[in-house]
């Protein structure tokens, strides 16, 4: 009899549950769309560069959507972009493909008076007319270390539950071959306040979800590490899952400058804000800027600049 009762109570229970399942419509008012900016202007120190460095130069541009809109950004079509340096020149950044992707892709008449656009040391200015409206951003190229070779260690099966990780290789060092002839682990450029944004891609397949973005302040994750060999917990995280003899593995490295190592961190922290402790999301900064102060119509996104330098091994 008492089973019976139990039985019956769980089935009501059930039963009041499923009924609160009914879908729920949000209307949310929909706010006047901006013109998003994802641009940054590189330069490849590393042998595999094409032309001494010079690869074609993009910057992105698209307009916001709904929050609820899946759909991918609609591209901000009819732009006049140009990027100016401090030598004084122009670039003019073209959409060929009136696909939102504005480029820049020569000239390249390369001397020791007319260097490639992108270099450390040079700085930008990034002007956007778009819908009447003129936009301007600034980016300084910081200098990287060049990257020459990885190491790997395996390591045995690390039982985790759901995560366990297999066993496989990790990447156990960066290194730069020095003067001697000799390769030493990668040291942070000299100068308090050089970051870096990491990136690594397993046979051309980059690890692009924000749990992995790997960001680095000098050598370690702040103040107090300048010209030393990067730190073990970042040369790890080099390594988001296990590899395997024969995969061919590519290390990044982007000297990103303090404000984008800042506006990076908080946009990870947004795209990572879930789970039980999830805080009210909020706007992470833009340092695209309307010239017109009094203007209504405000831009979104990031202009940065990059010197990269890159390594590419196969697991032994």
Same mark, same amino acid.
Request: with cysteine; glycine share 6%.
């Given at each position: 009899?008492?089973?019976?009762?139990?039985?019956?109570?769980?089935?009501?229970?059930?039963?009041?549950?499923?009924?609160?399942?009914?879908?729920?419509?949000?209307?949310?008012?929909?706010?006047?769309?901006?013109?998003?900016?994802?641009?940054?202007?590189?330069?490849?120190?590393?042998?595999?560069?094409?032309?001494?460095?010079?690869?074609?130069?993009?910057?992105?541009?698209?307009?916001?959507?709904?929050?609820?809109?899946?759909?991918?950004?609609?591209?901000?079509?009819?732009?006049? *972009?140009? *990027?100016?340096?401090?030598?004084?020149?122009?670039?003019?950044?073209?959409?060929?493909?009136?696909?939102?992707?504005?480029?820049?892709?020569?000239?390249?008449?390369?001397?020791?008076?007319?260097?490639?656009?992108?270099?450390?040391?040079?700085?930008?200015?990034?002007?956007?007319?778009?819908?009447?409206?003129?936009?301007?951003?600034?980016?300084?190229?910081?200098?990287?270390?060049?990257?020459?070779?990885?190491? !790997?260690?395996?390591?045995? %099966?690390?039982?985790?539950? +759901?995560?366990?990780? %297999?066993?496989? $290789?990790?990447?156990?060092?960066?290194?730069?071959?020095?003067?001697?002839?000799?390769? $030493?682990?990668?040291?942070?450029?000299?100068?308090?306040?050089?970051?870096?944004?990491?990136?690594?891609?397993?046979?051309? *397949?980059?690890?692009?979800?924000?749990?992995?973005?790997?960001?680095?302040?000098?050598?370690?994750?702040?103040?107090?590490?300048?010209?030393?060999?990067?730190?073990?917990?970042?040369?790890?995280?080099?390594? +988001?899952?296990?590899? $395997?003899?024969?995969?061919?593995?590519?290390?990044?490295?982007?000297?990103?400058?303090?404000?984008?190592?800042?506006?990076?961190?908080?946009? %990870?922290? %947004?795209?990572?804000?879930?789970?039980?402790?999830?805080? +009210?999301?909020?706007?992470? +900064?833009?340092?695209?800027?309307?010239?017109?102060?009094?203007?209504?119509?405000?831009?979104?996104?990031? !202009?940065?600049?990059?010197?990269?330098?890159? *390594?590419?091994?196969?697991?032994?």
């Amino acid at each position: 009899m008492i089973w019976r009762k139990l039985i019956l109570f769980f089935g009501i229970v059930t039963l009041l549950l499923s009924s609160c399942e009914d879908p729920i419509s949000i209307d949310l008012e929909e706010g006047p769309s901006q013109l998003t900016v994802d641009g940054f202007i590189k330069f490849y120190l590393d042998s595999e560069a094409l032309n001494l460095g010079v690869e074609t130069q993009i910057i992105k541009l698209r307009k916001t959507t709904a929050y609820f809109n899946n759909k991918p950004a609609p591209p901000a079509l009819g732009a006049e *972009v140009t *990027v100016t340096d401090l030598l004084g020149r122009t670039f003019i950044f073209k959409d060929l493909n009136s696909n939102g992707n504005y480029e820049y892709n020569g000239p390249f008449v390369l001397s020791f008076t007319n260097p490639p656009l992108g270099f450390p040391g040079n700085a930008y200015r990034l002007n956007i007319k778009y819908e009447g409206e003129e936009y301007e951003a600034k980016a300084y190229m910081d200098s990287v270390p060049k990257l020459d070779s990885l190491s !790997f260690v395996f390591k045995e %099966q690390l039982i985790r539950g +759901p995560d366990t990780l %297999q066993a496989g $290789y990790i990447i156990d060092n960066i290194l730069s071959k020095e003067n001697d002839g000799i390769y $030493y682990p990668t040291k942070d450029i000299k100068g308090e306040g050089t970051c870096y944004w990491f990136k690594t891609f397993k046979n051309n *397949v980059f690890y692009n979800n924000p749990h992995n973005m790997l960001t680095a302040y000098d050598a370690a994750f702040g103040p107090g590490s300048d010209h030393v060999p990067f730190v073990l917990p970042i040369v790890h995280s080099l390594s +988001p899952e296990r590899f $395997y003899q024969g995969d061919t593995v590519r290390v990044e490295c982007w000297s990103i400058g303090l404000p984008t190592y800042y506006f990076l961190n908080m946009a %990870q922290i %947004q795209m990572t804000n879930e789970g039980l402790f999830a805080t +009210p999301p909020t706007n992470v +900064p833009s340092n695209i800027e309307n010239k017109n102060k009094n203007s209504k119509n405000k831009a979104v996104g990031w !202009f940065s600049a990059a010197a990269i330098s890159r *390594v590419t091994e196969i697991v032994p």
